[in-house]
């Protein structure tokens, strides 16, 4: 195989804008997962479940937003969204897990916005540490019973690119990772 040169090179935009994001339902039963692409153009998911009576991928183009139910073993989940574009998103937890993430992408300021929850009865703290594109500290925010906060991360500086984990210390395993790319309709590099 021929080894890709390093570096980045130019990238043309491309019309997809891909999130998700997804929350235990009430019934504690599975993960009411929101697939978004405000693009304008289709863009293909697929589901990576990682539990032995689900491990058959899902496929799904979206265009607007879709629901999907991703359901729990044994009162845990854990699964991968990907996307176009190196669209990713990393999902763990519990069923009787209190954290919970949100996100927005705004595409004219290439920021993600993450909206961080807890719906127990203590404190959560929440880490969000760059994997990549970044040399930024990780960021701890604290969130109390019954609230959320709202984070704003900037991809600017790294041409929309993105890379970031997000745990919550108490709620172990809650883990989510988002990796993507953020398109503003211009021209940019690859990641």
């Known amino acids: 195989m021929p080894e ?3 570096g980045r090179r ?20 599975q993960v ?22 689900y491990e058959v991928p899902q496929h799904l183009d979206v265009r607007g937003s879709a629901p999907l139910r991703v359901p729990l073993t044994e009162g845990a989940y854990r699964f991968t969204v990907t996307g176009p574009n190196g669209f990713r998103r990393e999902f763990a937890g519990r069923a009787d897990g209190s954290a919970a993430v949100t996100t927005k ?13 807890n719906t127990g009865g203590a404190d959560l703290t929440f880490t969000l540490r760059p994997l990549a594109y ?10 109390r019973p019954g609230a959320s906060r ?7 500086e790294a041409h929309g690119w993105y890379d970031l ?7 172990e395993p809650f ?9 503003n309709g211009r021209d940019s590099v690859s990641g």
């Open 175 to 183: 883990r989510r990772r988002l990796m993507g790319h953020i398109e």
């Open 150 to 156: 709202t984070v704003a991360y900037g991809t600017d």
């Open 4 to 6: 890709q040169e390093p």
């Open 105 to 117: 992408i705004d595409a004219s300021a290439r920021i993600v916005s993450l909206t961080l929850g």
């Open 165 to 171: 984990e997000v745990v919550a210390a108490g709620d």
């Open 32 to 53: 009411e997962l929101t697939l978004t692409n405000s693009g304008r153009s289709s863009a293909h998911f697929a589901l990576y479940p990682y539990a032995a009576e």
């Open 134 to 143: 970044t040399d930024a500290a990780p960021r701890t925010v604290r969130v």
């Open 10 to 29: 130019p990238a043309r935009p491309l019309p997809y804008q891909p999130d998700a994001h997804g929350r235990v339902s009430r019934d504690g039963k």
